[in-house]
């Protein structure tokens, strides 16, 4: 057996004797002396521990302790009621304490029991009570949060394992202590009965079975009784208040010490107060003079040395900032963070700095929040975060949108104007500045605050300049979106689909296909304004016909197929009759016999004068949907879609090119033109 182990039971058979058997005055005044130290070292540890759970035996410490001072008391008692003493200790807590009055001391011993039941009794039971139902309480939300931790990958498991452990051991801790708080409310009130008990069982042994009278039993058995009970009741009250210090401690961070001076005595202009206070006290009303001006003057120097001492702290803050700072340029590895690129970036000159300042009433960033989930809704991919700067090498209203640090738009504001376009149907005009817009290269006209509302009774469309970079920026992230989509975001699209799909992610990745051939196929939809966030479709197609080819463009083909519900809802309006321009077959057959197919896919070698005429003949039909108003859409054979589509997408990005197998049966279409060589 651990040496711990025979002393706690050895301990406990002294509690099982105590009870029992009498024992000597001097053996009662060596436990009551281990009574008294043992409460002191329960008292300063849990005041210094950092955290309640640093104590979690406490529970357990305080029914013992408390069960071993009952068994102190009914020894004591027993030596009381026989003999009329209780040993050195009880003798001269009686006397002593009291300043030799029987009177005092029962006014002590009183005093001390009320403090002890209605002050820290009744206190601590309260905030047990409380902290053992908040924590129960709060369990679900912090085990949530240890989940999403985890799931981020901020904590490894062994630490989200410690953390779920620390939460039971806080719930078990605060539950046990809202039931051990009344141990301790049952033995202040035991001790005043027994106290109770050995006044009046004294008297009546002393006058009764000892021949006193009333005054000797009075004098002799008040103060062994009073001895007794403050014997009892300072470990009692020193238990009580480490009951107290222990629910209530709220620092985990520093020793209480350290908590109350920092947070009492930081702020120099209270102290300053304070001590002007104290000695108006002192000067000017008939209190000590001498004592209350000695505290103001002390809480008042107090109060320059900690001013000094935070001054002294700020400069060694700031010192240290730059030294750090200093010593993370000089690092090596940080000429590797230079080389890092972000996906979008916005840049505006310092003009434009208000629309993004929230302090000044911006809400660019919230509108870059906006265009985040907006495009995550439309296309189901998620933009990577947009980075907004200011440069002051541009001009004060320009900005510029970047991609993977590459301009590829630009666009110049009037801070205090707004813009107006005319939808095409209004004539009469608006004076102002003519300029273009930035998203479509429409003619537009800047106009101030007063015309707003004139603009707008005549029919144009005005807009305000947040938003013009609000949907620059919008059409921009859309039309590089496919660029954007890296290998781990791909990674991270088929992890959030996978656990209710796991055996359609365990045939196709990576047993069919890689992530890389993967994310080629989803670039290709976005690539051409496609969402892709039926995932679980793309996958079952991708499965499907993976075994067959790995060709990314083909299977590009079937999965748009399978998608065709999706393209005709987008392109072809249920009940309206849409104009769409078709392919000759003659070109048709010209682009299938220029497809060479390789190991690395097939690509197109037609003749350039073949390829000028073609491009030619779709410019026109081209302009003629325009004129009529209508959305350019060329319908072509699935197997030429996407061969036709490659040959037209450096002369025509925007142009729409669907299969015949992307169309549903029930969308009514018009053919008003058709793509010849001629």
């Known amino acids: 057996m651990k040496k711990s182990d025979i002393g706690l039971g050895a301990l406990m058979l002294c509690v099982i004797i105590f009870l029992i058997i009498p024992i000597p005055a001097f053996l009662l005044d060596v436990m009551q002396a281990l009574n008294l130290a043992l409460a002191m070292v329960i008292m300063f540890t849990a005041l ?223 102290l300053y107060i304070v001590g002007a206070a104290m000695m108006l006290l002192g000067l000017f009303t008939p209190l000590s003079a001498l004592i209350f001006v000695f505290y103001g003057v002390m809480f008042i120097l107090a109060g320059v040395m900690i001013n000094r001492q935070i001054a002294t702290e700020a400069i060694g803050e700031q010192v240290n900032e730059e030294e750090v700072a200093a010593e993370e340029i000089r690092k090596p590895e940080n000429v590797n963070a230079l080389l890092n690129v972000d996906p979008i970036e916005l840049e505006f000159g310092y003009g434009i700095i208000p629309l993004a300042d929230v302090n000044q009433g911006g809400d660019l960033l919230d509108r870059v929040v906006m265009i985040r989930r907006q495009i995550a809704i439309e296309l189901g991919c998620v933009v990577p975060i947009i980075r907004l700067r200011d440069n002051i090498q541009l001009n004060p209203n320009q900005y510029v949108i970047k991609i993977k640090g590459v301009q590829v738009s630009e666009g110049e504001i009037l801070f205090d104007h707004y813009m107006a376009m005319n939808p095409g149907y209004v004539e009469e005009e608006i004076t102002g500045i003519p300029t273009f817009e930035p998203s479509f290269h429409l003619p537009a006209i800047w106009i101030t605050e007063s015309q707003r509302e004139r603009a707008e009774a005549m029919g144009y469309t005005v807009v305000d300049p947040p938003s013009i970079i609000a949907t620059h920026l919008t059409e921009i992230v859309r039309s590089h979106i496919h660029e954007l989509l890296t290998r781990q975001d791909v990674q991270n699209l088929i992890n959030n689909i996978k656990d209710a799909n796991e055996t359609l992610i365990s045939e196709l990745v990576p047993k069919l296909l890689g992530v890389g051939e993967i994310q080629k196929v989803l670039q290709n939809l976005l690539m051409e304004g496609i969402s892709i966030r039926d995932l679980v479709t793309i996958f079952e197609t991708l499965a499907d016909y993976a075994p067959t080819t790995r060709d990314t463009d083909v299977l590009t083909e079937y999965v748009r197929q399978a998608l065709k519900r999706a393209i005709s809802g987008k392109y072809f309006p249920n009940g309206e009759s849409t104009s769409v321009v078709t392919l000759d077959p003659e070109v048709e057959q010209t682009i299938m016999n220029s497809v060479k197919q390789t190991e690395n896919g097939a690509y197109l070698t037609i003749e350039p004068d073949e390829a000028q005429k073609i491009i030619n003949s779709t410019r026109g039909q081209i302009e003629k949907l325009e004129e009529l108003g209508k959305q350019p859409i060329i319908l072509a054979s699935p197997i030429v879609r996407m061969y036709f589509k490659k040959l037209t997408q450096d002369y025509f990005p925007d142009l729409i090119v669907v299969s015949y197998n992307e169309v549903e049966s029930d969308v009514e279409l018009q053919s008003v033109g058709m793509v010849t060589k001629e």
């Open 48 to 270: 210094f521990s950092r955290e309640a759970l640093e104590m979690s035996s406490f529970p357990t410490v305080l029914l013992i302790t408390t069960i071993f001072r009952i068994s102190l008391n009914v020894s004591s008692t027993r030596l009381i009621l026989i003999s009329g003493k209780a040993g050195n200790v009880v003798q001269v807590f009686g006397e002593f304490v009291g300043g030799g009055s029987l009177v005092v001391g029962i006014i002590v011993f009183i005093i001390l029991i009320l403090v002890q039941f209605l002050v820290i009794n009744k206190g601590s039971e309260r905030v047990a009570e409380v902290s053992a139902r908040f924590t129960l309480d709060a369990m679900p939300g912090k085990q949530m949060a240890i989940d999403a931790d985890l799931n981020t990958g901020a904590i490894s498991d062994d630490q989200a394992r410690e953390r779920r452990q620390k939460i039971q051991d806080e719930a078990a801790f605060f539950g046990s202590m809202d039931g051990a708080t009344k141990y301790v409310k049952g033995d202040a009130v035991s001790g005043l009965i027994i106290t109770l008990i050995n006044f009046a069982g004294g008297m009546a042994t002393g006058m009764l079975m000892q021949g006193m009278d009333a005054t000797q039993a009075l004098n002799n058995y008040t103060i062994v009784t009073i001895g007794d009970g403050l014997v009892s009741q300072v470990p009692s009250l020193l238990i009580s208040l480490a009951t107290g210090i222990l629910v209530t401690k709220v620092s985990k961070e520093s020793d209480i010490g350290d908590v109350l001076v920092k947070q009492l005595f930081s702020i120099p202009k209270v």
